[in-house]
């Protein structure tokens, strides 16, 4: 049995990257794939949120001249990109699917709506939420959040590139030290940047719990819906 019945799983674009440094790896995103197969195969409802990174970040963009609004805009299309190449590999390894988007944009994705994407998820389709939240000034993680209340999912997993949430950055300071679990409020008192506050806040207000943990690490995912503890739990 899967710990959880239904989640709402975020991946991060930057990680579709690869060894690549842009774009998207094909060895990366079929691994992702797997993995998504492996859980479905469990039974589990399955909805999914995107990043676009690997390929534009509205923020980034406004240093270099580009308007917010619309370079948010470019950054909703980029993890719709991302969506389609999701997609295109579950269906490779033969896991039903569909792409809903924020903004209408059929035949590529059809527009989302809370009870369609429960209607397919329920009926064994993993469902892939892309367009952000179809408005500027928000980032995927609030999408995120956004959307897991919405399907009323069980838990949000964030698939990142480290095993959980730390006192700093891993990557920068050998000296972090994890956390197994810890509450929405300390991340918001420590300010630490696991994702955008936001999204902590809204996951707090509505009893959305979220597990950080590497997705990168393959089977890592199974591992989590197995109840194994190797992330960081966030709670009330």
Not at 167 to 183: L, M, N, R
């Amino acid at each position: 049995m899967a710990k959880f019945n239904r989640i709402l799983l975020k991946l991060s674009g930057e990680s579709l990257m690869g060894k690549q440094g842009y774009g998207i790896d094909p060895d990366r995103l079929a691994e992702y794939a797997q993995q998504i197969k492996e859980i479905h195969s469990m039974g589990v409802q399955i909805g999914i949120v995107i990043g676009g990174g690997n390929i534009f970040r509205g923020l980034k963009g406004t240093t270099k001249g580009f308007d917010r609004v619309k370079g948010d805009q470019m950054g909703m299309l980029a993890t719709v990109i991302n969506s389609l190449a999701l997609s295109s590999a579950l269906t490779t390894v033969e896991v039903p699917n569909k792409v809903l988007t924020a903004i209408r944009m059929e035949p590529i994705g059809e527009f989302y709506s809370k009870w369609r994407a429960i209607e397919e998820m329920e009926a064994g389709k993993v469902c892939i939420f892309s367009a952000g939240t179809g408005s500027p000034y928000f980032t995927t993680d609030t999408g995120s959040s956004l959307r897991g209340v919405e399907i009323e999912a069980d838990v949000m997993l964030k698939g990142t590139r480290v095993d959980g949430i730390y006192t700093a950055d891993p990557e920068k300071d050998p000296s972090a030290v994890k956390f197994d679990d810890i509450s929405y409020d300390e991340i918001l008192d420590r300010g630490l940047k696991v994702m955008d506050l936001s999204a902590v806040v809204m996951c707090r207000d509505n009893n959305l719990p979220i597990y950080v943990f590497n997705m990168d690490v393959v089977g890592n995912l199974k591992k989590v819906m197995d109840g194994e503890d190797i992330g960081t739990f966030v709670h009330p």
